[in-house]
């Protein structure tokens, strides 16, 4: 039918489109594959024991709000029963300063060992005069 050599684009057509492909399939094969499976970009190591440390200063500093938050919970509204312990003990109810103690405790616990000597020292005042 065609003598003209049409009949020859028809076929070659077709096989260079699959020619084609096939290179495309192989370029996707060989460069997208190992990409995917972290061959040509590998992933950092995470040293070990790394997650338990992040658990842990996370845990420390969830402790460190939640005892900040309890004083200030357990902060006395005001200080005047404290404040008459103080002037004269004798007649006063021993029980009223242990809100005054739960306080001093947990500030004492919170604060770092210079700054806690107040603290320490309220507490032991609380302390003596409750028992």
């Known amino acids: 039918m065609w003598t003209d050599g049409r009949m020859n684009e028809f076929l070659i057509m077709p096989i260079s489109l699959n020619f084609i492909n096939c290179i495309l399939i192989f370029l996707y094969l060989l460069v997208a594959v190992p990409l995917w499976k972290g061959y040509l970009y590998p992933k950092p190591e995470i040293p070990k024991g790394f997650l338990r440390q992040q658990v842990a200063s996370l845990r420390q500093k969830t ?12 902060m ?11 002037g004269s003990p004798v007649g006063r109810d021993p029980d009223a300063l242990m809100s005054y103690q739960l306080y001093y405790q947990d500030l004492s616990d919170v604060l770092p060992p210079p700054l806690s000597a ?3 020292a309220m507490l032991a005042f609380c302390y003596f005069h409750q028992h």
């Open 63 to 74: 402790l460190e709000k939640a005892k900040i938050r309890r004083m200030n919970l357990l």
């Open 76 to 86: 006395p509204a005001d200080y005047k029963e404290l404040l008459a312990f103080n």
């Open 118 to 120: 107040d603290a320490y």
